[in-house]
């Protein structure tokens, strides 16, 4: 999962959707963190924090599996836009599985776009790309890095790569559409916007096309 931009700044937060999920019986922590999974892919960022929190408060899972569960939750709390908490959560996460390319990502996101601690966020991206060179979304988070540092051609050569990488992940065409309309053009962000819009599935377009840059590019509606 790759965390994408709102504006001008990374970490979109959509409006939660109530709906009714069967909750699993006596979970034990491992029941726990595979409904959380569930309800992050569904985009129910509230309810999925609180059962990364059951599993991790159980016991029972490993130390890889507790990785996992504190990165998550960190991602959670990123797009309730408790970044101080998800930072606290990633920088867990690589405490207990320094392998953990995922937390590494998203350390530097939250050090890149939300404390601009630029130099701590690229060292994050680059742990990443050192543990896994083909892992596209450090690439794209590299990119908005690369950025923050006023280096767009580098950061442009990265969204590149990471669009190669993995061509069909929308949160890195919406992100590389954010880059381009922060540096004045408007027709490759439009291009980048109108991928990103095609291959997100039906709640993400919601809450993309809420998104008043985004919108302005008027690429939801049909010909």
Request: with cysteine.
């Amino acid at each position: 999962m790759i965390e994408y931009l709102k504006g001008a700044r990374l970490g979109l937060a959509f409006g939660l959707v109530l709906v009714i999920l069967p909750l699993p019986a006596m979970a034990s922590g491992k029941e726990d963190l595979k409904f959380a999974k569930v309800l992050l892919g569904e985009g129910e960022w509230a309810a999925a924090m609180n059962f990364f929190g059951l599993a991790i408060s159980d016991g029972a899972l490993t130390t890889k599996q507790l990785s996992v569960a504190y990165h998550l939750r960190g991602v959670s709390r990123g797009k309730l836009n408790k970044h101080r908490l998800a930072q606290m959560d990633h920088k867990k996460a690589v405490l207990l599985d320094p392998n953990n390319v995922e937390a590494w990502s998203s350390l530097c996101y939250q050090h890149g776009a939300n404390s601009k601690q630029f130099d701590t966020a690229m060292q994050a991206c680059n742990k990443a790309l050192g543990l896994d060179p083909q892992h596209g979304p450090s690439y794209a988070l590299r990119a908005l890095v690369w950025h923050g540092l006023a280096q767009p051609g580098r950061a442009e050569t990265d969204f590149a790569q990471a669009i190669t990488l993995a061509p069909k992940n929308w949160g890195i065409h919406f992100n590389r559409g954010m880059f381009y309309h922060n540096i004045q053009e408007p027709v490759k962000a439009k291009h980048s916007f109108a991928e990103a819009y095609k291959l997100a599935s039906n709640w993400e377009r919601h809450g993309i096309t809420a998104d008043p840059i985004f919108k302005a590019y008027d690429v939801s509606k049909k010909p």
